[in-house]
């Protein structure tokens, strides 16, 4: 295990006020994005410079899984520490159970100011209830961006909208701290191509561009996107105490067991993803190789600000880990589950429990998936076979217990979540959500 403990130092008064107790927070999540397409993760070719030298910075966490491979249940989880069965949005289309605790929303208590800006047509208000949560929510969807139907915006309309919030609440409130989520949407698919960066990537323009290479020149387009926030925050802001979160609500599988997409499996592909806490001069630059779930990033920003964590959230709190106060679980058992992408029509009272597909649990390396509309079971050593590529139980074949009691507590989350309002989706959200590919 690669974690190195580290301590929690003074911080250094500005020179011209002093600065507020708690830091500013930046969190910065990119779709669809797959931990081995990234340079700083291992792969080949330079997709991401300027997240590899903020993740560099910063505690890297290298077993890092999502809940579930979707976007809305995903961000949603994030934000409040709760499985999809638990927050209500186990699907694309299904708007989370009101009042719940969150991370913005306990921060706002705090006297912080909080934003959103988000760039996936899923995280609408409107569809997942997001906004109930900051103080200010702000879709961007300023343009077609696949010049399709699907209206969203590209990187840099995010990044230069949350910079110019950021600049103008400087400005009303210089000694406020303040909690800024940006999510942008590449490299979302349909995958574009992204001339300027072929050349660093080695990518030829005079043969025909995969889908893979489509891919790879979307993180490079998206990490010169968060290079330019990164470096106007800091300009900004003076390089004032900012601590900063990265991660990717899913990855992508790009035909591995010949799938193309995300959410309908809980392969290693989509469930695995990059995360990161960035907190210079306060956190070591280390590594935590013992298993971590996004859903860990709400209990542990509290646990470092020596803030009491709310006792409903379901994530693991590092910062004992990471003061050296304790070691970290390499036995730490995380759970998933996957769902159908999105509601097929709105006013189905039954959408949650009628979209369960899969639920996954890991231990030890040792993952198991068992698919519940055909009693497909799957177990896999991910020491061995990292690829999945070969399952040591019968195809056909009931679950663990283990396995099974997580099932039926999925199970009784998503009845219970029959009693909230049934999906009011409009034609326009319907036809979004299905040119985004969540609905067949």
Not at 90 to 115: E, F, V, W
Not at 203 to 226: G, N, P, Q
Not at 239 to 262: K, N, P, V
Not at 303 to 325: H, N, S, T, Y
């Amino acid at each position: 295990m690669a974690v190195a403990f580290f301590g929690l130092l003074s911080s250094v008064a500005g020179a011209q006020s002093p600065p507020p107790r708690f830091p500013d927070i930046i969190l910065v999540t990119v779709d669809t994005l797959r931990v081995d397409r990234l340079s700083g993760y291992g792969y080949h070719r330079q997709t991401s410079p300027n997240i590899d030298a903020l993740i560099r910075d910063g505690v890297k966490f290298t077993e890092a899984r999502v809940p579930e491979p979707l976007t809305a249940p995903s961000m949603v989880s994030m934000v409040t520490s709760l499985y999809p069965h638990e927050h209500g949005t186990s699907r694309n289309g299904l708007r989370m159970r009101p009042d719940l605790m969150s991370l913005p929303k306990i921060l706002q208590r705090r006297r912080y100011a909080t934003a959103a800006f988000v760039a996936n047509w899923t995280l609408r208000d409107q569809i997942s209830g997001l906004a109930e949560h900051f103080n200010d929510y702000n879709e961007v969807f300023t343009r077609k961006r696949w010049y399709v139907f699907a209206s969203e915006a590209t990187a840099q309309d995010v990044s230069e909208e949350a910079l110019e919030w950021i600049g103008e609440h400087l400005e009303q409130e210089k000694r406020a701290p303040f909690f800024v989520w940006v999510h942008y949407v590449e490299p979302h698919a349909p995958y574009r191509f992204h001339k300027s960066f072929a050349k660093r990537l080695g990518i030829r323009l005079s043969e025909d561009v995969s889908a893979s290479d489509r891919y790879d020149t979307e993180i490079a387009f998206v990490d010169d996107a968060i290079g330019d926030f990164l470096q106007g925050v800091a300009k900004a802001t003076g390089r004032r105490d900012t601590l900063t979160l990265f991660a990717s609500d899913h990855g992508e599988s790009l035909g591995e067991h010949d799938y193309w997409g995300h959410g309908r499996h809980l392969y290693e592909p989509t469930l695995h993803v990059p995360m990161s806490i960035t907190w210079r001069n306060r956190l070591r630059a280390t590594e935590v190789d013992a298993p971590a779930s996004l859903m860990d990033l709400a209990p542990t920003v509290f646990g470092l600000l020596d803030l009491p964590v709310a006792p409903a959230f379901r994530g693991f709190d590092w910062a004992p880990v990471l003061r050296g106060e304790q070691p970290a679980d390499m036995q730490r058992v995380t759970l998933h589950q996957a769902h159908k992408g999105a509601v097929q029509r709105a006013g189905n009272a039954a959408a949650r429990r009628q979209g369960l597909l899969e639920v996954g649990r890991l231990e030890a390396g040792k993952k198991e998936i068992f698919r519940v509309k055909n009693d497909h079971r799957w177990f896999f050593d991910l020491a061995e076979d990292r690829r999945e590529m070969s399952s040591q139980v019968p195809l056909k074949s009931e679950p663990s217990s283990e396995l099974e009691a997580w099932l039926v507590e999925v199970r009784a989350g998503l009845e219970a979540s029959d009693e909230l309002p049934p999906p009011t989706l409009d034609e326009e959200n319907m036809e979004k959500l299905k040119a985004l590919g969540y609905i067949d």
